[in-house]
Nanobody, 115 residues
């Protein structure tokens, strides 16, 4: 079955960096779009960044120039490098896989950015 396991969250001061990782298994990783979403308290879950099988990337406007999504098809992993973090980036971050028309989610990893 599809499994997504995130790691790399934590507490960081504003201006700092974190790198999130997602290890995927149970599907043909290289042919599906992978993404990172986040959900802040009291807010809806939103797309942060995605990386398609054709190497097309997409970013939410507020993270452009600060976050970078990457994937390693040989290791079935997707990463989110987050630089210049802001308190507004505080949220639970979720790895997402769009597999055959169905969305799969990891358990989430907490990111807290202190001011």
């Amino acid at each position: 079955q599809v499994q997504l396991v995130e790691s790399g969250g934590g507490l960081v001061q504003a201006g700092g960096s974190l790198r999130l990782s997602c290890a995927a298994s149970g599907f043909m990783f290289s042919i599906y779009t992978m993404g990172w979403y986040r959900q802040a308290p009291g807010k809806q879950r939103e797309l942060v960044a995605s990386f398609s099988s054709r190497s097309t990337t997409n970013y939410e406007d507020s993270v452009k120039g600060r976050f970078t999504i990457s994937r390693d098809n040989a290791k079935n992993t997707v990463h989110l490098q987050m630089n210049s973090l802001e308190p507004e980036d505080t949220a639970v971050y979720y790895c997402n896989a769009q597999v055959a028309g169905r969305a799969y989610w990891g358990q989430g990893t907490q990111v807290i950015v202190s001011s």
